[in-house]
């Protein structure tokens, strides 16, 4: 019923963690081609960070999950990170989810979540 459906979770909406684990197998593949982004992942255990990612788009998106992660000021601290940079990286998530196929509505909704993160991790 109509009543059901806005009780639908973003997470279930977006299509649960098999999606999730795509978008984020895709988003590392963006990274990897894309040589400003890449450097500074150089030196990262990516298994890792595909892991704490999954996890945190599973909490943004009110899945049931739990971020075992690093909190976001933490990890991104001392990269230096520019807008430009931020800006580049969410074009390549938005790349990583157009080849997940996830409808536009729902990536907008992603993003916005993603956004309340963005002076956490900003270079300042
Ligand atoms: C768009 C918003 C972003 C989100 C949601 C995000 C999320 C994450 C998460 C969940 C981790 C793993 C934390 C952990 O291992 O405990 C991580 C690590 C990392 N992020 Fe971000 N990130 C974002 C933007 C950026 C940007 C713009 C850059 C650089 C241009 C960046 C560079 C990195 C790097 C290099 C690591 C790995 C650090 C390490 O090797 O330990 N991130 N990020």
Redesign the pocket.
């Known amino acids: 019923s109509c009543a059901n459906q806005q009780s639908t979770t973003l997470y279930e909406q977006l299509g649960g963690m098999e999606k999730l684990e795509l978008i984020a197998n895709n988003f590392v593949n963006e990274i990897a081609f894309n040589e400003e ?1 890449y450097s ?2 150089e ?3 990516i298994e ?2 595909t892991e ?2 999954v ?3 599973c909490v943004m998106s009110n899945g049931p999950c739990t ?1 075992t ?2 909190s ?1 000021a933490q ?2 601290a001392g ?1 230096q ?1 520019t807008e430009n ?2 800006n ?3 074009d390549l ?1 938005v790349a990583a989810m157009d080849k997940a196929e996830v409808p536009h509505r729902l990536q907008n909704q992603l993003l916005k979540e ?1 956004a309340k ?2 002076d956490e ?1 900003l270079y300042k």
């Open positions: 982004i500074y992942f030196e990262t255990n890792r960070f704490k990612l996890e945190q788009l971020y992660g690093d976001m990890v991104h990269m990170i940079h931020f580049l990286t969410v998530f993603m993160t963005r991790m």
